[in-house]
């Protein structure tokens, strides 16, 4: 009995060095706070819900995203409109997700007009979406790795120290923003945790 157990035991993936889905992304925030400078890291929040981890300034539903994109165990037989040819990915960027579309769509606007500056920053693989009918986003897809290890989720926070670099100051300088960004932190003041405002994305 003791051999059969051995043999059909799943394997203990943290001490061969994966990290579980959570763990992994905390360590991609550490990387990325680690990477920022000290008056961009102090500033920073973050969250982590299910595969997503986001970072923010203030206000929530503009956020750096690192959404980890695989098949659900019990999706036998994934729909491949529903996942848009995302399975198997790290899908990382800057969202927009405010109610207001307006913005949503201006803010988009103002880092595609000085896409020179972010392609010489982060690369040819960026691309610009209007992803629903009211959010937008700034993206690029990534490998999704065998195992998720440490060293990887140094990488991935590098990149998105990279992509807080290229981006938030052009959002700072982005017409009306600094109105915007006072309006929110007001609102913020009368609501609950800052973690529960914003966009959520479905991860099924």
């Not at 008056?39 to 203030?58: D, E, M, P, T």
């Not at 103002?110 to 992803?131: H, M, N």
């Not at 690029?140 to 989720?153: D, G, I, M, T, V």
């Not at 938030?168 to 960004?181: F, V």
Request: include cysteine; glycine fraction near 6%; proline fraction near 7%.
């Amino acid at each position: 009995m003791e051999q059969i157990y051995k043999k059909n035991r799943k394997p203990n993936l943290a001490s061969e060095g994966a990290l579980g889905t959570k763990e992994f992304l905390a360590s991609v925030e550490a990387a990325a706070r680690a990477a920022l400078p000290r008056s961009l890291a102090g500033q920073v929040h973050a969250r982590i819900r299910f595969s997503l981890l986001q970072l923010y300034f203030r206000d929530p539903s503009v956020h750096y995203e690192v959404w980890i994109q695989r098949p659900s165990a019990r999706m036998r037989r994934p729909n491949p409109a529903r996942l848009q040819g995302k399975v198997g990915t790290i899908e990382m960027g800057l969202h927009f997700e405010g109610p207001d579309r307006e913005r949503n769509v201006a803010l988009l606007a103002r880092l595609v007009s000085q896409a020179d500056k972010i392609i010489e920053a982060l690369g040819p693989r960026v691309e610009p979406e209007e992803w629903t009918r009211s959010w937008t986003r700034l993206h690029e897809s990534l490998p999704l790795p065998a195992r998720l290890e440490p060293a990887h989720a140094a990488e991935l926070g590098s990149r998105v120290a990279s992509w807080v670099a290229a981006c938030q100051p052009l959002l700072a300088r982005a017409p009306g923003a600094r109105r915007a960004m006072r309006k929110v932190s007001r609102k913020s003041r009368h609501t609950d945790s800052p973690g529960r405002s914003g966009g959520q994305h479905s991860v099924t």
